[in-house]
C-alpha cells in the first residue's frame, strides 16, 4: 500500500485523554441518521476545523480527543472526520443526557449543527460503499505506517510515528463503536490490537509499540521492565487475565486492591525508573537480569521509616520474604509497588507518612496473606482484600474518610483567625499514629473511631479513655497472635459510646511569647543564672578568680540554684499548661511525669531558700594541707543541700555533657533506657538521636579544631566579658549611690511615695541595660559568623578567580581542573593503572594531558560560550573572540586559545621585536615569558603558511614561497633571525597580510587583482626589504634561468607576471568551514587590539565565567558517567504568575514606562546583542520590524518568568545530554561526532535523548492551567509552547470538574500530568483526588499534589523566579554524588549557593541582593559547616527524595503555623535524623523584590513566618533535643534573631521611657544635683551595641567579608561605603522596624498571611496613599511616639544635662526615628517630584474621606482600611488583649507627668491636678462630639446655622484661653505642653476603645472612635506630607535622590530618567 502523508495539527490546543463512556449503538450501514438531516445539500463543502479546545470541563476530557483527530484528518479523510466528530457527540450525550452541565446544551448544539452540515458532502466524497469500510481503510493506512517505520530513530520519523500512533489509536477505537453498532462479523481488530499502537506515556512506551524507542533498548531498562512483568506464581491470576491479558505485578495489585488505572501507570513507570537507574550502580555489567543490590538498596530506602515505626511501637513488621531468590525478588517489588501505590493515590495524606505506615503496615499484611495462601480466621476463605474490588475502592473507602477529617479540620482554622488549639493539623492527625492508639481504628477502619470525630462537643462530659497499659496490652497480644488480618475485634461497651473529639496530639501551639523560653529554656535559664552570678561578682568587686572561693561570695555566687530551681518550676507549669489541650492523646505516664517534676521542682524552690537564710554566714571550714592556693575550705549546709539539688539533675548533667549518652538512651529499647529517656524528654517518635559526638564534629583537617561547640565557647567568653566589662560593672557603683539617696521631693503626685532605695529609677536604668544583655550574643554571632566564615570560604578556595585578569593567568590550568572535576575517571579492569601510578609519579599528569585529554574541555567551553550568544550575552564579534577552534591538533594537545586571551599580543611580540638589541635567543627567551604571547606567535606564521599554501597554485610561486620558508625556518634553526632579516621591516609585512587576509574574508571576486596586487606587494616587501642579503631562493632561480634560457626572457615572464596568471592563485578560496574559521580566527589575531581584561564586556557573562572557573579548583566529588548517575527531577510550583510578558504588557505603560522600552534602557548591550542575533541592522529599529514572539521572550526571559525558569532548568537537559556524548564516544570520534549534540536525526542522537530522559525529569506543577485552558486564558497557550518548547517538560494541574451522580452535581477533582505532543497538550495520566488539594498553605499543595509525577532519586525544589545556567549544569552530578559520600551520616539535603540577578540596577535592589547574597554563601556556609544547623531555606536545594517521599514531602502545609512552608522541610529532616549539608561550588539564579514596598511584604511574610514558627512543634522539640551549644546555633539563626530584633526595639523604648520617668518625676535633677551621680557612659555603652545594628553595620559585616572573598577586599570597601552614600543604613533600620513589628504583632494576636509582592520589574511611583497604608502602624506611629519621647526627654533635661550627653546618647534613636517617618519617601522613585507630590495630595483627600463599606477597598477608602488593620485584635485571645491594654495605657505617661509641670498648676503635687487634666479632655471630647453632631443635622439643611455655630464655638474657646492666662497664669508654654499631653492621651484612648471594641459599639461611642482617629490619621498624613513638600519645591532635592537611588545605573550609563518620566517611543 502507499505510503500515507500524515496529516499536520492545525490548532494549537491542550489535551488528550486516555479515558472511555459508555455510547449509544448507532447503525452505520445507513448513510441517513435517525436525527440528523443535511442542511447544505448543493453547496461545496470547506473544511472549516471545529473548535476542540474550548469545551465544557464535564466532557472535555472523553471526548477532545476525537475532536483534536477530526481536525487533523478532515482534509485527506472528511467522511472519517465526520465519523469521528459523531462519535464524540454521541459520547457526549451519553455522559450527560439531559445536558445540565455548563456549557454542554451549547456545545451539543454547536456540533450538531456542524454534523448536520457535514453529513452529505462528505458522504460524496467518501471513497468506500460503507462508514466501516472507509474507516477500516484509513486505519489500515496508519497501522501500515506505523509497522513499516516503527523502528527509525530520527526526530522526523519519531514525531511522524508519534502523530500516526495517536491517530491510529483514536480510529480503533470509533472503528470497534462502529463495527459493533453495524452488527458486522467481518474483520475487526481485537482489543489486544491496540497495544501495537500509540498509548499516552511520559518517559517509557511500555505499550508493545514502544519497543523500537532508543530508550527501552537500554539493558538496565529491560531488566526492570522484565522484573515488573514476572508475575509468575501469583495467586488468582487466571481471574485477572479474564480482564487484562497482558498482565503485570502493578495490574495484579490494581485488582486486588482497588488502585486507580491512572496511579498504576505512573508508578509503574516511576518504579522502572528507579529500579533501572539503581541497577546500573550495582551491576558492573550490563546484565539484562535485575540484581538483588538494586533491589535491596531500595527496600532498604522505601521501608526505613516503617521499619522504625514498627519498631517503636512495638509490632512486628508486616514485610515478610520467603527463602527462594527468585520469589524473594518478586515480593521485593510487590511490597515497594504497593508502597508507591498507597503513596501515589493518598492526596493530602502524603503529609502523614506515618498514616501511610499504618495503611501499608494492614495492606502488606492482606498482601502477604494472599501471596502464602493464607486463610481467614473469620471467614475461613483465602485471605482477600478488606477493600478490594473496584477501580476506586482505595481511594474511596481509605483516603477519602481520613481526607475529609483533614478538611474539616482545616476549615476550622478560618483563614488563621481562629486559635491554632482549637483544630488538628496535618502534624496532629499524623501523630497520632505514633501512639499504640492508631490501632484501635482496626482494619477496615472503624469510622465511629474517635480519631474521625471532628466536632469538639462542649458540654459533653469527656468518655473514660482506655488505659495505656490496656492498649500496649493489645498491641502485644495483635503483635504476637498476628491478628490483625481478622478485622475488628468484636464490639464492647467502650467502643458503642459517641466518639470525642480527640484534641491536639502530643503539642498544642499557644500564642505566647512563652513559647520562647519554654522551647530554649536552657539558654535563658544559662543566660539568667550568667546574669546573676555577673552581677554578684560585680558587687562583691572581684579583682581575682581565686576570690570567688571566698566562703561568703561563692555561698552568694551559688545562690543562682536558687533561680535555677524557679525557672524549672516555671517550666514544668508551662509543660502542664501549654499541653493541656493535648491531654487526651497523651499516655499517663506522660501526664504522671510532668506533675511529678513540677513537684520536685515546687520542693527545691521552698527548700534551697530555706536553707539560704538560715545558713548564711554559719560555715564550716578546713584548713587544706601542703598551702593549697584553696586555703581555708569553707562549706554551710545551703551548699550541701545544692549538692543534692545537682545531684537530682545528674542525668540532665551527663546528657549536656556527653551527648552520646542521650543519643544510645533515646534510640535504645532496654527497661532501663526506656525508664531513662521517659524522666529527661518524652518519648516521640521524631527527634531521638539527633547528638552529635563532641569529639570530632568533621573529617576537615582545619575545622577539626574548630568545631561548633569550640565556637560557641569562644563566642559566649566574648560575649559575657564585653557584658561583665561595659554593661553590669560600671552601673554597680551609681546603683548603690541611687539606692543611699533618699529623695522625698517630686516634681509629681508620687503613686508609690513609700518606695524605698529610689527602686524605680534603678528600673529605669538597668531595664535596658539586661534587655541589651539578652540580645547582643546576636550581635557577637554575626562578628563570628563573619570572620569564621571568611576563613572557611579563603581555605576553600572561593574568589580563587575574581577579575578577568586572574580568568587570563590561569586559563591554560582550566583544562586539567575541568578533567579533574566534571570528567568521570578512567576505570580499567587490570592493575596496570595501578602499576603505572607508583611507578611513575609523573603518570597522573600524563593522564590528564593525553590524546583527547583537552578536546572535552574545549567542546564544553565552546558549548558555554554559545549559550551565552544564545541569551544575548555576548555578541557575534566577542563569541568569536571566545570561541576555542575544534581541530584535530587537539589530539596531540596542541590548543589554540581564544582570541580574547591571545588579543593584542602579537603587535606587543613586533614591538618587542622591532626595539629589541641582543642575541635571537635572548629575544625568544623575553617572548616565551609570556607564553600567550609565544603561541600567537608561532600560530600566525603557521597560519600565514598554510594560508598560502590554500591560495597559491602556481608552480612556480609555489616553489618561490616554498623556497623563502625555508630561508625563515634555516635562520630560525640557526638562531640567527636577527642577522637574516631588517626586523624593523616586520611591521611593513604585518600590515599587508593584514590587507590580505581581509580581502581573503570578503571573498569578493571582483577583488582578484586586489589580492594579487598584495602578493605582489608582500613578496616584493620580503624579497628587497626584509631579508638582509636578498632572497637565495630568487638567486637560485636566476641562476637557473640563467641555465636555462636567456636571462631577459626569464625576467620578462617573472617579474611583471609573478602571481597575475589565472593559474597562480585560487581565489576566492574553497568554500570549507574550517578553511574559512581558521582565515578569520588568523584575521582576529591580526587586528583585534582589545585587552581581556574588557572581554566579554556584558558583567553577567564576566561573573558567571569567573564562578564557573573558580568552581573547578574547588572540593567536589569526582564526576561519575552519566549512565551510573543519580536521577533526578526538578519541581516548579506556578500558579497565577507570569509565564511569559504578553503583547500588551511589552507595550503598555500603566506607570509611564512599558517593559519593553525598561528593559532595553536596562540591558541596553543584550538588547544590541538581540538585534544582532535575529538580523536587525538597525539598533533603534522600531519593533514592528522583530517578531513579536522574539520579543517576548527576550523580555521574558530579563524578568521573574515561568519562561526563563524552564529555559534554565532546561540546561539540566541539555548538559547531561553533552556529557553523555563525552562518555559514549571516543576521544578520535569527538570531532567527527560532536554536532549529533545538537542534531536530532541520527541513531546516537536518540540514545542521548533516551540516556537523559531516564536521569532528568522537570514537572511544572501549573496548578489552575485546567482553569485557565477553558476559560481561554493566554497564559494557558504560553504554557502549551513552553512544552512544545521544550519537549521533556512535563505540566501537572488540578482538574475540577462537575459530576452528576444519582442527580446531585457534585465536584470532582483530579491531578493530570500533560506533555506536548502533535502540536497539543496529550494527558498521560490523570489521578482521580477525594477533593480539594488546597486545604493547607497554597504552595505545599501544589507541590504535594505534582510530586508524584517526579522520577529519580534526588528532587530539586525550584521556584518559578529562578534562573539556571548551562555551566552550572555541567557540575549537577557532582553534586548528586554528594549523596553518596560517607560523612557520618548520608547527606538528606543539599543545599546549593544562589546568585541574586535583581540587583543591578536600584540600590534597593543592590542592597537586597547583597544581603541575600550573604545570607546564601557566608550565613548558610557557617550554619552547615561547623555549626550544623541548616535546614532548608526555600529553593534550590536538592532532595533525597526517597527519603523525603516516606517522611511528609518536601514541606509542610497546615494552614497559618506552616506559612514559611519551606524552612520545616529542613525541621523535619533534622528530626528524622537526616544531614544538610551546603555546598558553594554550584549556583543557581534568583530573583528577589526591587521596590520598598514589595520589599517591605517580603519582609512581613518571612517575620510572620518566623513567629509562626516560634509557636511551632517543630522548633520546641529542636530547641529540646538539640545538645546545649546546637540548640545555641538554632535559636540565633531561626527566631532568635527576629525575637532579638524585637528586644533591641523594646529597649529602645524602656530607655526612653525611663528617662521619661526620672525628667518628668524629677528623680533625675535631684540624682544630679543632690549626688553628682554620672550614669551616662555605662548607658551610653549599653546602647553603642543596639545603635550598631541601628545604622546597619553589622548587616554589612557578612556582605563586606563575602564581597572581600569573591571580589577583592578594595573592592568590598569600596561598595560598602558607597552603600552607606546611598543610605544603605537607612533601608537596613527600616527594615529592622519591619521584622519587629510584625513578628510581635503575629505573636500577640496572630494575623500571619501570605503577602504577594507582585515579582515587577519596572521600576514606579508609589503614591503617598499607599505608603501610609502600608507603614503608618508599622512604622509612622512608633516613629512620632519616638519623637514625641524625645522632644519631651529634650525638654526638660536641658536645664540639669548637658547637649553633647544627650546627643551622644540619643543620637542613634533620633536617627531611627528619622528612618522610620521618611525612609519611604526617600526611597520612593519621584518621590520629591512636585508633579508626583500634587496628585498624591489629592489622591490623599479622596482617600481619608471616602467612605467604607461592602466591597470598597483599602485603597479606596480610610475606613476600609482602618477596620482591616485593626481586624486582628477581633479574634485576639483574653490575654493578647489584655496586654495589649497595658501597653496601651503607656500614652497616659505623657498626660501624668506633664501636667504638674503646667505654669498653671502653680507646682501644685495635688492628684486634683490630674483630676483637672482629664476634665479637660472630656471637654475637648464633648466639643469634638458636639460639632460632629451638628455636621450630621445641620450641615446639609442649616448650613449657614452650622457655620456659626462653629464660630460661637472657637471664639469661646479663645475667650477661655484668655481668661485663664490672666486668671491663672496660663503661658504659651502651657499651651504646648498640653498638646505634648493630651494628644498622646488621645491615641492612647483610641487604642483602648480599637480593643474593647465590642463594648465600645454597645455602648455607642464606636462611631465617634472612628471619627476621632481618622482625625489622628489626617493629623500624622499632614506632619508626614508637609516636609516632603518642602523638599519638592526645591528640585535639586529630586535630582539628588534619583542619584543615590539609581546609581547603579548611572555607573553602567543607563538611561533611567527616560524611565522615571515615562518616556518612551511611539510604535509606528
Known sequence: MAEIVLAEPTDDANQNSAGTSRRRVYDTANTKRPFIRSLTLGREHVPEPFDSEKLPVTLVSEIQKFLRVANQIEV?????????????????????????????????????????????????????????????????????????H???????????????????????????????????????????????????????????????????????????????????????????????????????????????KGNVANQREHLILLLANTHVRHSHKQSSKLVDGALDALM??????????????????????????????????????????????????????????YIFHHMASELHGMLSGALSMITGERVTPAYGGGSENFLNCIISPIYEVILKEAMKNRNGTTDH???????????????????????????????????????????????????????????????????????????????????????????????????????????????????????????????????????????????????????????????????????????RKDVLKMVMAMMWTIILPIFYAKSRGKYTCYSTRNGSWLGEWCYSSYMIAVAFYLTSNAVNMVLFLVPAVGKYIETSNTQMCTMLSWWTRPRLYIGRGMQESQVSLLKDKFWCCFRYTLFWMLLLLSKFSFSYTFEIKPLISPTRQIMRIGIKNYDWHELFPKVKSNACAIAAIWSPIILVYFMDAQIWYSIYCSVFGGVYGILHHLGEIRTQGMLRSKFDTLASAFNASL???????????????????????????KKGGVIKFVLVWNQIISSFRDEDL???????????????????????????????????????????????????????????????????????????????????????????????????????????????KVQDLYAKCIDLVELLVDGNEDHHYKVVKVLQDIFELVTDDLLVNGSRTLDLLHAYQQLEGDETEFFSHFEPELFASSHSIHFPLPDSDPLIEKIKRFHLLLTVKDKAMYIPSNLEARRRISFFATSLFMDMPKAPKVRSMLSFSVLTPHFMEEVKFSKKELHSAKEGVSINFYMQRIYPDEWENFLERIGSEKPDSVNDEINEEDLRDWASFRGQTLSRTVRGMMYYRKALKLQAFLDMTEDDDIIQSYDAIDKANDTLSAQLDALTDMKFTHVVSCQIYGSQKSSGDPQAQDILDLMKRYPALRVAYVEEKEEIVSGVTQKVYSSILVRAVNGFDQEIYRIKLPGSPNIGEGKPENQNHSIIFTRGEALQAIDMNQDNYLEESLKMRNLLQEFQRVQGRRPTILGMREHIFTGSVSSLAWFMSYQETSFVTIGQRILANPLRVRFHYGHPDLFDRIFHLTRGGISKASKTINLSEDVYAGFNTTLRKGYVTYHEYIQVGKGRDVGLNQISKFEAKVANGNSEQTLSRDIYRLGRRFDFFRMLSCYFTTVGFYFNSLISMIAVYLFLYGQLYLVLSGLQRSLLLEAKVKNIKSLETALASQSFIQLGLLTGL???????????????????????????????????????????????????????????????????????????????????????????????????????????????????????????????????DWGKIVDDWTDWNKWIKQQGGIGIQQDKSWHSWWNEEQAHLLHSGITSLIIELLLSLRFFIYQYGLVYHLDISKQSKNFLVYVLSWAVIVVIFLLLKVVNLGRQYLSANFHMAFRLFKVILFLGVVATIVTLSFICDLSLKDLIICCLAFLPTGWGLILVSQTLRPKMECIGLWEFTRVFARAYDYGMGVLLFFPVAVLAWLPIISAFQTRFLFNEAFSRRLQIQPILAGKKKKRR
Open 823 to 849: 570528567i568521570p575517571p578512567q576505570s580499567k579492569d587490570n592493575k596496570e593503572w595501578i602499576t603505572d601510578w607508583l611507578c611513575h609519579p609523573g603518570f597522573l599528569k600524563d593522564l590528564e594531558n
Open 1598 to 1728: 557578612p556582605m563586606v567579608i563575602e564581597i572581600g572573598l569573591e571580589r577583592g577586599f578594595l573592592n568590598a570597601i569600596k561598595d560598602f561605603v558607597l552603600m552607606q552614600l546611598q543610605l544603605a543604613s537607612v533601608f537596613f533600620t527600616f527594615s529592622y522596624g519591619t521584622k519587629s513589628h510584625y513578628y510581635g504583632r503575629t505573636i500577640l494576636h496572630g494575623g500571619a498571611k501570605y503577602r504577594p509582592t507582585g515579582r515587577k520589574v519596572v521600576i514606579f511611583h508609589s503614591s503617598f496613599t499607599e505608603n501610609y497604608r502600608l507603614y503608618s502602624r508599622s512604622h509612622f506611629v512608633k516613629g512620632f511616639e519616638l519623637l514625641l519621647l524625645l522632644i519631651v526627654y529634650d525638654l526638660f533635661r536641658w536645664s540639669y544635662e548637658s547637649s553633647k550627653a544627650y546627643v551622644l546618647i540619643t543620637y542613634a534613636i533620633w536617627f531611627m526615628s528619622m528612618t522610620w517617618l521618611f525612609a519611604p519617601f526617600l526611597f520612593n522613585p519621584s518621590g520629591f
Open 421 to 591: 488549639s482549637t483544630w488538628r493539623n496535618y502534624d496532629d492527625l499524623n501523630e497520632f499514629f505514633w501512639s499504640p492508639d492508631c490501632f484501635g481504628i482496626g482494619w477496615p477502619m472503624r469510622l465511629d473511631h474517635d480519631f474521625f470525630c471532628v466536632d469538639p462537643l462542649k458540654n459533653d462530659k469527656p468518655k473514660k479513655s482506655r488505659a495505656p497499659n490496656e492498649i500496649r496490652e493489645e498491641a502485644r497480644r495483635e503483635n504476637n497472635e498476628d491478628d490483625e488480618m481478622g478485622g475488628n475485634s468484636p464490639t464492647t461497651a467502650d467502643e458503642t459510646r459517641r466518639p470525642i473529639w480527640l484534641g491536639k496530639t502530643n503539642f498544642a501551639e499557644i500564642r505566647s511569647f512563652w513559647q520562647i523560653f519554654r522551647s530554649f529554656d536552657r539558654m535563658w535559664s544559662f543566660l539568667i543564672l550568667s546574669l546573676q552570678a555577673m552581677i554578684i561578682m560585680a558587687c562583691h568587686d572581684l579583682e581575682s578568680p581565686i576570690q570567688l572561693f571566698d566562703a561568703s561570695i561563692l555561698e552568694d555566687v551559688m545562690s543562682i540554684f536558687i533561680t535555677s530551681a524557679v525557672l524549672k518550676l516555671i517550666q514544668a507549669i508551662f509543660d502542664i499548661v501549654f499541653t493541656w489541650k493535648a491531654r487526651r492523646t497523651m499516655d499517663t505516664a506522660h501526664r
Open 76 to 148: 485527506e479523510e472528511p467522511r472519517v472526520a465526520y465519523l469521528c466528530r459523531f462519535h464524540a457527540f454521541e459520547v457526549a450525550h451519553n455522559l450527560d443526557r439531559n445536558s445540565s452541565g455548563r456549557g454542554v446544551r451549547q456545545f451539543k448544539t454547536s456540533l450538531l449543527q456542524r454534523l448536520e452540515q457535514d453529513e452529505e458532502v462528505t458522504i460524496r466524497k467518501r471513497r468506500e460503499k460503507s462508514d466501516l469500510r472507509e474507516l477500516r481503510r484509513v486505519y489500515r493506512q496508519y497501522k501500515d505506517y506505523i509497522i513499516k
Open 300 to 357: 532498604n530506602k522505601f521501608f526505613k521509616n516503617y521499619t522504625e515505626w514498627c519498631k517503636f511501637l512495638n509490632r512486628k513488621s508486616n514485610i515478610w520474604l520467603p527463602y527462594l531468590k527468585q520469589d524473594s525478588q518478586q515480593h521485593k517489588l510487590l511490597y515497594i509497588a504497593l508502597y508507591l501505590l498507597i503513596w501515589g493515590e493518598a492526596a493530602n495524606l502524603r503529609f502523614m507518612p506515618e498514616c501511610l505506615c
Open 874 to 984: 555576548i555578541s557575534n564579534r566577542e563569541m568569536d573572540l571566545m570561541i576555542i577552534p575544534m581541530s584535530s591538533e587537539l589530539y596531540s594537545g596542541r590548543v589554540y586559545w581564544p582570541v580574547f586571551l591571545l588579543a593584542n599580543k602579537l603587535s606587543t611580540a613586533l614591538s618587542i621585536a622591532r626595539d629589541f638589541v641582543g642575541k635571537y635567543d635572548t629575544l625568544l627567551k623575553r617572548i616565551r615569558k609570556d607564553n600567550y604571547m609565544y603561541l600567537v606567535v608561532i600560530e600566525c606564521y603557521e597560519s600565514l603558511k598554510y594560508i598560502l599554501d590554500i591560495l597559491v597554485v602556481g608552480d612556480l610561486e609555489r616553489r618561490i614561497i616554498s623556497g623563502i620558508i625555508d630561508e625563515f625556518e634555516e635562520s630560525i634553526a640557526k638562531s640567527s633571525l636577527l642577522e637574516d632579516l631588517h626586523i624593523s
Open 150 to 260: 516503527g523502528g527509525e530513530y530520527t526526530l522526523e520519523n519519531r514525531e511522524r510515528l508519534i502523530r500516526a500512533r495517536g491517530i491510529a489509536s483514536i480510529l480503533f477505537e470509533v472503528l470497534n463503536t462502529v463495527t459493533s453498532a453495524a452488527g458486522s462479523q467481518a474483520h475487526a481488530e481485537t482489543e489486544n490490537a491496540r497495544s501495537e499502537f500509540y498509548m499516552p506515556y511520559n518517559i517509557l512506551p511500555l505499550d508493545q509499540g514502544g519497543i523500537p524507542h532508543a530508550i527501552m533498548q537500554l539493558p538496565e531498562i529491560k531488566a526492570a521492565v522484565a522484573a515488573v512483568r514476572n508475575v509468575r506464581s501469583l495467586p488468582f491470576l487466571d481471574d485477572f487475565r479474564q480482564q487484562a491479558p497482558y498482565l503485570d505485578l502493578f495490574d495484579w495489585l490494581q485488582f486486588c486492591f482497588g488502585f486507580q
